[in-house]
């Protein structure tokens, strides 16, 4: 739905794989963030900061998969 709704692009099946990837890879990140965040010693409310880290990263991960494919036709 992310491609169709807020990128307006189609989800083929190399594009639902790669998002797939995409989001196994934004979650290591924030338990990277989460494992950072523990051996700073912050408190448990921080934990939150991470929305911080995987936020950017899942837009940015969209946007290069899901780009809109009206931008790909090319002006004769």
């Known amino acids: 739905m992310t491609g169709r709704w807020v990128f307006q692009s189609h989800l083929s099946p190399l594009r639902a794989a790669l998002y797939a990837v995409a989001y196994v890879a934004i979650y290591?990140?924030?338990?990277?963030?989460?494992?950072?965040?523990a051996l700073w010693g912050a408190p448990p409310l921080a934990n939150?900061?991470?929305?911080?880290?995987?936020?950017?990263?899942?837009?940015?991960?969209?946007?290069?998969?899901?780009?809109?494919?009206?931008?790909?036709?090319?002006?004769?």
């Not at 290591?28 to 965040?37: T, V």
């Open 48 to 76: 939150g900061a991470t929305v911080f880290v995987t936020a950017p990263l899942s837009f940015l991960a969209g946007r290069l998969i899901f780009t809109n494919d009206n931008n790909r036709k090319q002006v004769a």
């Open 28 to 37: 290591s990140c924030g338990l990277g963030a989460l494992q950072l965040l």
